[in-house]
């Protein structure tokens, strides 16, 4: 168990919905990081939040907007889904954003998207 | 941006033996590389990695080697389990900019051991 909380494990919706995704990290770590799986994009970067400011961007839809809260939790909103948007979406969370002590990024197990 | 490529995509080994997985990477400004392990219906999780002030770093029967010139590192599992079968990534991070936690993942590599 990592201690990065995704909700909920699955979702099934349909094109044009909005849904959103929510991450807990790991008690004490202030950075968030959405990730998106797919079978043919393989693990990407979607985002980065640290305590509750962004700190970068991958590509990531303008469909696509996150947010980080004050208790930390962070919501990955996701809005006129398409079906190309099936997918597995990672939480990770660490310590600290940066620098030569960043290290180990702590995964939750993804919440996995169905569009249909 | 970072461009990372792993293989092999699929890698088939008797248990006991060791296994090899290579990744190469486009910018020589980045300095640190993990491996990740992803087991089915989990997220991947952190099994070594290794900054580019050193050549190799070694935790029991995993060993990764990076080569800087030539832009390649490797993970190296030795005296195989059936455990050891899941998907692995190699991953290095974007260089500058203030989040190291942006990686740029390999496209995996699926590790099966026969018993």
Do not use: M
């Amino acid at each position: 168990d990592s201690g990065v909380t995704q909700t909920p494990k699955h979702l099934i919706t349909a094109t044009g919905q909005r849904v959103t995704l929510r991450c807990s990290p790991r008690s004490g770590d202030l950075s968030v990081y959405w990730y998106q799986q797919s079978l043919d994009q393989g693990l990407q970067f979607l985002i980065h939040y640290y305590n509750g400011e962004e700190r970068a961007k991958g590509n990531i839809l303008e469909r696509f907007s996150a947010q980080q809260f004050p208790d930390l939790h962070s919501e990955l909103n996701l809005s006129s889904l398409e079906l190309g948007d099936s997918a597995l979406y990672f939480c990770a969370s660490s310590v600290v954003p940066s620098g030569p002590n960043t290290g180990e990024l702590f995964f939750g197990e993804g919440s996995r998207l169905t569009v249909l | 941006g970072e461009n990372v490529e792993q293989h092999p995509s699929t890698l088939s080994v008797q248990e006991g033996d060791s296994a090899v997985i290579k990744c190469t990477y486009s910018d020589s400004a980045s300095n640190y590389f993990p491996w990740y392990k992803q087991e089915l219906g989990k997220g991947p999780q952190l099994i070594i990695d290794i900054r580019s002030n050193v050549g190799e770093k070694k935790d029991q029967r995993i060993a990764v080697t990076l080569n800087k010139t030539a832009k390649h590192f490797s993970l190296h599992i030795t005296e195989t389990q059936p455990e050891d079968s899941a998907v692995y990534f190699c991953a290095a991070p974007n260089a500058g900019g203030t989040s190291y936690g942006k990686l740029t993942f390999g496209q995996g590599t699926i590790l099966t051991v026969h018993p």
